[in-house]
């Protein structure tokens, strides 16, 4: 069975700290798709970032970056010099690579930032 | 990319009444298209899926339904809510990665 793991429920650093977000998953197909959404408080999703299992290059987007290690089933996402708007639940989500691409969502890491 | 528009943004009704939510998507033909419900500091529930239209998935059991009359177009119903349909309702759409619209929250009084 498909499963996505994102054990800190809840981190808090000060402006400027880089943090990172764990996402641990669990599958049995050999290709799949993992992401990273951003749900700040008026709660729509925010889309970051979707990695293929087959390419397995970190990748960074301005402070953001994503380190994925399928031997290890880890896909772990840094924010460097956190800022207060980087304040937001983020969840991790798996989905197959063919059919109904149904993603299964990790519950989410609650990133407060403080000034 | 995709653009998911959602209504109404709020929504108050009372135990027993009807639900109607909709959702469009623009920027894209033949979109899979999903419901889903988040409950107050919770994680994401799936609630139904649509790979066409007319064709509606239900990942769990519950008072509610989907319909999808249009490519384009998804419904999510309900003929009768409970106290617990109360929720955040998020539709998105979308092939590899879903795209999400801004959400209806539902307080069932």
């Known amino acids: 069975a498909q499963k996505v793991t994102q054990a800190q429920t809840e981190i808090s650093v000060v402006e400027k700290e880089d943090v990172t977000l764990d996402c641990v998953y669990e599958t049995r197909d050999t290709t799949y798709y993992l992401f990273w959404y951003k749900q700040p408080p008026s709660g729509e999703l925010v889309f970051l970032i979707r990695r293929n299992s087959f390419d397995e290059q970190n990748e960074i987007s301005g402070r953001y970056s994503w380190n994925f290690q399928k031997s290890t089933s880890s896909f772990n996402f840094t924010i460097t010099a956190s800022q207060v708007v980087d304040s937001a639940v983020y969840f991790c989500a798996l989905s197959e690579a063919h059919g109904t691409y149904k993603y299964i969502f990790g519950t989410g890491t609650r990133l407060k930032v403080l000034a | 990319s995709q653009t998911i528009h959602q209504w109404p943004a709020t929504l108050v009704q009372p135990v027993g009444s009807p639900l109607s939510l909709e959702c469009t998507v623009e920027g894209t033909s033949n979109p899979n298209l999903y419901w889903y419900r988040q409950a107050a500091g919770r994680g994401l529930q799936l609630l139904f899926y649509?790979?066409?239209?007319?064709?509606i998935s239900s990942e769990v059991p519950q008072n509610l339904s989907a319909s999808r009359p249009q490519d384009r177009q998804f419904i999510l119903s309900s003929k009768k809510l409970l106290l617990s349909d109360s929720g955040f309702y998020l539709c998105a759409g979308g092939e590899y990665e879903q795209y999400f619209g801004p959400g209806t929250r539902l307080t069932v009084t």
């Open positions: 649509s790979v066409g239209i007319g064709q």
